[in-house]
Nanobody
Framework: QVQLVESGGGLVQPGGSLRLSCAAS????????MGWYRQAPGKQRELVAG???????NYPDSVKGRFTISRDNAKNTVYLQMNSLKPEDTAVYYC??????????????WGQGTQVTVSS
């Protein structure tokens, strides 16, 4: 059974920081691409950070320079360090694990989501 267990969400003031963690089980973690997505009320789910099995990272402009994704393959865990948080960062944050083998063939798993609220 695949499980992605998230922790670290909560309430933080603007300008503050949070670190999200996602512990994976049931997959060969080291060969999966990992990502953090978020979905705010009335908005589409969007990628906020990705890290490939090889360690390459990517971020949208909205979080670049503020968020950092990292992974610890020995712990089967991916992290999202969020600094200089803004109210517009408020959303449910989801952990994702994905692996493509061939075109239209692969695996995709999601965590349960954790609420991040940035407010005074």
């Amino acid at each position: 059974q695949v499980q992605l267990v998230e922790s670290g969400g909560g309430l933080v003031q603007p300008g503050g920081s949070l670190r999200l963690s996602c512990a994976a089980s049931g997959i060969i973690f080291s060969i999966y691409d990992m990502g953090w997505y978020r979905q705010a009320p009335g908005k589409q789910r969007e990628l906020v950070a990705g890290i490939t099995s090889g360690g390459n990272t990517n971020y949208p402009d909205s979080v670049k320079g503020r968020f950092t994704i990292s992974r610890d393959n020995a712990k089967n865990t991916v992290y999202l360090q969020m600094n200089s948080l803004k109210p517009e960062d408020t959303a449910v944050y989801y952990c994702n694990a994905a692996r493509l083998v061939f075109i239209n063939v692969g695996s995709n798993y999601w965590g349960q989501g954790t609420q991040v609220t940035v407010s005074s």
